[in-house]
């Protein structure tokens, strides 16, 4: 039972990436989910969630104006939009699950094994 990734890659400054989150054996749909980034060499901190019961997404506030979070359940697939990238978005990114957006990050679970996102001319 895990989160699966897709949709990383090496990307130009500027350039649009949209990564995707799916359920493997795991039903997304009751459960918050959240989107986490560990730049090389930093810790692993949270870029976005959406709710499971309203909807609600929270993005953090250094990437809101680029960056939003989706859900599609009868995909069972969470998405993170992201617009206008720079090379400081480089990182390893990992969707996790939770009962609610507000849980601490040691409390989301199941993780995803992360999909690398490089953005470089």
């Known amino acids: 039972v895990q989160l699966v990734e897709s949709g990383g890659g090496l990307v130009h400054p500027g350039g649009t990436l949209t990564l995707s989150c799916t359920g493997s054996e795991f039903t997304l749909d009751g459960y918050a989910v959240g989107w986490f980034r560990q730049p090389p060499g930093k810790l692993r901190d949270g870029v976005a969630c959406i709710n499971s019961d309203d909807g609600r997404t929270h993005v953090v506030r250094s990437v809101q104006d680029r960056f939003a979070i989706s859900r599609d359940n009868a995909q069972n697939t969470v998405y993170l939009h992201m617009n206008n990238l720079n090379p400081a978005d480089t990182a390893v990114y990992y969707c996790?699950?939770?009962?609610?957006?507000?849980?601490?990050?040691?409390?989301?679970?199941?993780w995803g094994q992360g999909t690398p996102v490089t953005v470089s001319s």
């Open positions: 996790a699950a939770a009962s609610d957006c507000q849980e601490a990050q040691d409390d989301f679970s199941p």
